[in-house]
């Protein structure tokens, strides 16, 4: 199992829905909006160490690289997390995009949420979230709003976890005027807006120069010829309109909208989205801002004071270019439907039940243990006298590993110089070792394994009954002493490939079962070799692969040399098997009741001797 952070005792693997997704995007911040009571802290029955969840973080889905977040909300109490994630790559296409949450780290006493979850372009980004005193932009800009009039702070926002300001359309409103917001080329703004009646011209936003009309003006408009929402742009010399664009229908009572407007450069277009669905377009040229008397960027009036929005406001952004409208909606999409938009998978707990980093590490003395290991950096590991175990285990960088005089029933993965099972061992191991120096099985083992083995330059196996299955790159390998090894397999190799199967049995092309070895018995292990005689040199062979092996590459190769006509020569099935042979047919399934374990078969039409 991957750990990105050992100190983490907790992940969750989160799943972004590719179908939520309109457009591939980079650095994209998508919001992680839950109620899981994993989450909560501990004194609440969760596993979060820090009630203001400071030990939560994310992981891209290698678990390599932590990712930069956002703490918008978190209660502690109830596992409440309303928390903003820059995703390096979010793909629109499958498969799904998968980043991963942990948590449950003690002493994490420094908030982690970093403004570089928002990416260069965001010069302004306002949850309105706060409690009090004004906005607070979440960018390194720190463009925080002034607080004007009495707006009213910590109301439920557009989703029922995040916060939102009231605006009593009396003149409340928050300045932000900074003349990084300047623009005189491309632009983008963003809010959620929610309108308490329709019974006047309500604006959400004024943006330029406040003695003249405004360069970009956004708003609700009462009026006998239209009601609904309107994007206009006005020169700034003498207020001449630039562009108009309006909303396809007025805005419905009690609803909440994402309002989402661009500007792209002189000559583009300026373009009101409503919902992440593209409302109106209008041509028009740059805003010469710079030359504004008196520049004013104002959320909730007109940047003169005209026009009071009276309402709610939530999650105001604004950016430097001009959004795709594939950003659009997937902006939309991740806050409306956070739901669906990642999917948390079930709690995964670190394997710790023993972690042991050390010079030495010894097991002795006649000990019966069933447990799960991690080790670190162990430069001696021992395992000797009689022990009967069942485990699990992770070596790392061990640079001796012994294992003398047990029963030992135990999976591995290894990194080790020196790796040694001799003395009368009867083990059932599954083991990856990558990459011994010296491999060496011998005295009389008996053993069902299956190995693989990376770059070790020696490798032996002597004296042993064995039966394993094994990828090898080693350059030297030898099996001597009345080793059995292979036994359960059998070789299908053409011009472009060579194929191992095991546990096959064969039949005449009539069905009759004329040989049949290492028969394998799935559910109890156990294994036969039995010896009909031969009729027929036409051949049906059919077996079962188990569980630890995937046979995706093994079956396209076989369709490939049956489709392509290849003549294949089958050994290791004795010779009055061994033979040219053309594929007529292959076909494999899924064993009822198993997750991985398939049956196979195969017919094969009789060319020649090998």
């Not at 430097?320 to 999917?343: L, Y």
Request: proline letters at 2%; hydrophobic letters at 35%.
């Amino acid at each position: 199992m991957t750990w990105a952070d050992n100190d983490y005792g907790y992940k969750k693997k989160l799943t972004l829905d590719h179908t939520l997704v309109q457009g591939d995007e980079t650095d994209f911040p998508i919001l992680v909006y839950v109620v899981d009571a994993d989450l909560a802290d501990d004194s609440n029955g969760g596993h979060v160490k820090s009630s203001s969840g400071y030990d939560i973080v994310f992981y891209n889905g290698d678990e390599d690289t932590k990712l930069d977040h956002e703490i918008e909300r978190y209660i502690n109490t109830d596992g409440t997390l309303v928390f903003w994630v820059k995703v390096p790559s979010i793909s629109s296409s499958a498969p799904d995009t998968e980043i991963y949450i942990y948590y449950g780290k003690t002493g994490v006493v420094v908030n982690p949420s970093s403004t570089d979850t928002w990416d260069a372009n965001f010069i302004g980004v306002y949850h309105m979230n706060d409690a009090s005193g004004g906005v607070t932009d979440s960018t390194s800009n720190g463009l925080d709003g002034v607080e004007n009039g009495n707006p009213t702070y910590h109301n439920a926002g557009h989703n029922a976890l995040s916060y939102c300001v009231h605006f009593d359309g009396t003149g409340d409103y928050f300045d932000l005027t900074d003349a990084v917001f300047e623009l005189d080329t491309t632009i983008s703004f963003e809010v959620y807006a929610y309108l308490d009646d329709k019974s006047a011209s309500y604006s959400i936003l004024g943006w330029g120069d406040s003695d003249i009309w405004e360069s970009y003006y956004l708003y609700r408009q009462e009026d006998p010829l239209y009601k609904g929402w309107i994007l206009t742009q006005y020169y700034t010399d003498g207020g001449n309109l630039a562009s108009y664009c309006m909303s396809l229908a007025d805005p419905v009572d009690d609803t909440w909208y994402n309002i989402f407007a661009t500007h792209e450069a002189e000559d583009g277009d300026t373009i009101l989205y409503l919902d992440g669905v593209e409302q109106s377009v209008d041509v028009s040229e740059d805003m010469d801002m710079s030359g504004a008397t008196t520049f004013k960027a104002i959320l909730g009036t007109r940047s003169g004071g005209a026009f009071p929005y009276k309402g709610y406001m939530n999650e105001f952004r604004v950016s430097d270019i001009a959004r795709s409208a594939n950003w659009v909606k997937t902006t939309f999409n991740t806050q409306d439907d956070p739901g669906n938009f990642v999917d948390f998978a079930a709690e995964e707990e670190k394997p710790d039940s023993g972690e042991t980093v050390d010079d030495t590490f010894d097991i002795s003395d006649s000990v019966s243990l069933a447990f799960s290991f991690v080790f670190a950096s162990a430069d001696d590991f021992e395992i000797t006298d009689d022990i009967s175990l069942a485990f699990s285990f992770v070596f790392a960088s061990a640079d001796d590993f012994e294992i003398t005089d047990i029963n030992l029933v135990a999976e591995a993965i290894l990194i080790a110089d020196t790796f040694d099972i001799n003395d009368t061992i009867s083990s059932i191991f599954n083991f990856a070792f990558a990459p011994s120096d010296t491999f060496d099985i011998t005295d009389d083992i008996s053993s069902i394994f299956s190995f693989v083995f990376v770059s070790s330059d020696t490798f032996d196996i002597t004296d042993i009954n064995l039966v394993a299955e094994a990828i090898l790159i080693a350059d030297t390998f030898s099996m001597d002493d009345h080793t059995s090894i292979w036994k359960n397999a059998f070789v299908i190799q053409s011009d472009t490939y060579t194929i191992y199967i095991t546990k096959p049995e064969w039949r005449g092309l009539d069905g009759q079962i004329v040989k049949d070895i290492a028969l394998f018995d799935f559910w109890n292990e156990n294994y036969s070799t039995v010896d009909k005689g031969i009729d027929s040199r036409d051949r049906h062979l059919q077996g079962v692969e188990s569980v630890i092996n995937d046979i995706s590459d093994t079956v396209e190769k076989i369709w490939s040399m049956q489709n392509n006509k290849e003549e294949v020569t089958i050994t290791c099935l004795g010779e009055t098997i061994n033979g040219v042979y053309i594929i007529e047919s292959f076909d494999f399934k899924t064993i009822k009741g198993t997750n991985a374990a398939y049956s196979w078969s195969i017919n094969l039409k009789f060319v020649r001797d090998v």
